[in-house]
């Protein structure tokens, strides 16, 4: 079965470093999304991606978060410079068009903690 | 955003069906209701969606009542590797608003 692969599974940072988070969603997909899990806490939506550019994004997704699917395959997150509160969890998932037929696939995610 | 109540846990012994209830009284015409559920350490794996009938897939059922304002998940034999958190879902656009889902037990 298709799946949505996540690489690191874990990344440890410094505060104030910059990171990416890489995502290779399932190749017929066509939005994509990354959504967080602060550890004990629930999944939140960060933001969506379609058409290469972003279609919604929360209230945690603000000017250190940027998204870009540089070359159609793989689709990255960067935080340009961590803090402690960035520590969760962070998913990327991914669907075919139509919401009405098809569900998400999730992948595993990447453990990010900053120290 | 569109919300869900669901019971905070419940348990069920292995082998046995499940139902797992889900009441979404604010639902509007064109959301559908998605569940998924989160084995530990895991992402969210889907597990099944509808709109307004009655849905089977290998993994589970979905009954939707009538009015949409509820639904219920139906694992038909739960398993160990059934144990997960479910998250019923309305999908209301682009985006999920997971809650914080029924944890389930299975008993052996």
């Known amino acids: 079965e298709p799946e949505v692969t996540q690489t690191p599974s874990h990344q440890v940072t410094q505060m104030g470093q910059e990171v990416i988070l890489r995502c290779v969603p399932i190749s017929n997909h066509l939005y994509f999304y990354w959504y967080r899990q602060i550890l004990g806490q629930k999944v939140e939506f960060l933001v969506s991606?379609?058409?290469?550019?972003?279609?919604?994004k929360s209230e945690i997704f603000d000017d250190q978060f940027s998204v870009e699917r540089p070359d159609g395959s793989n689709f990255t997150l960067k935080i340009r410079s961590t803090k402690l509160e960035d520590s969760a969890m962070y998913f990327c998932?991914?669907?075919?068009?139509?919401?009405?037929?098809?569900?998400?696939?999730f992948g595993s995610g990447t453990r990010l903690t900053v120290v | 955003d569109a919300k869900t109540t669901q019971p905070n846990s419940m348990e069920s012994n292995e082998e046995e069906p499940v139902h797992l209830p889900c009441n979404h009284s604010t639902i509007s015409g064109t959301d559908y209701i998605h569940w998924y559920r989160q084995l530990p350490s895991q992402g969210p794996e889907y597990v099944i969606h509808g709109l307004t009938s009655n849905v089977n897939n290998r993994m589970a059922s979905l009954a939707i009542a009538e009015d949409r304002k509820s639904s219920t998940l139906i694992l038909h034999r739960a398993t160990l590797r059934d144990a997960a958190v479910y998250y019923c879902?309305?999908?209301?656009?682009?985006?999920?608003?997971f809650g914080t889902g029924t944890s389930l037990t299975v008993i052996p």
């Open positions: 879902i309305l999908n209301t656009g682009n985006q999920f608003y």
């Open positions: 991606f379609y058409n290469n550019e972003i279609s919604e």
């Open positions: 998932a991914s669907r075919e068009a139509g919401q009405a037929i098809y569900g998400y696939t």
